[in-house]
């Protein structure tokens, strides 16, 4: 029943590096927009990056610079690669999937801890 599933979540120290992976099921059908997005205890979720089946890359301004997302269609899933981390990108880090439909429809994983310790 689970249609996104993250991967590669961990402990890490400030300035390393972790590489997230979410593969979508094969029953979603006409994903267009997959992206990570993150929430802190006592947060809001708010965007990390997303990629369009095209390719195009949209990030938020604090991980601009230091992360970077991308996509292989063809296995149904998603990346995002994490560099100079620092300690407020601890978080719960959740996939997410929306179908270019007439009414899109939104997926999401149930999400994977990042923690870095500083």
Known sequence: QVQLVESGG?????GGSLRLSCV???NIF???TM???RQAPGQQRELVATVTRAGTTNYAGSVKDRF???RDNAKNTVYLQMNSLKPED???Y???AETNTRRPYVYWGQGTQVTVSS
């Open 10 to 14: 961990g402990l890490v120290q400030a």
């Open 24 to 26: 979508a099921s094969r």
């Open 30 to 32: 006409s994903i267009d």
């Open 35 to 37: 992206g990570w997005y």
């Open 68 to 70: 970077t997302i991308s």
């Open 90 to 92: 601890t978080a719960v």
């Open 94 to 96: 959740y996939c997410n």
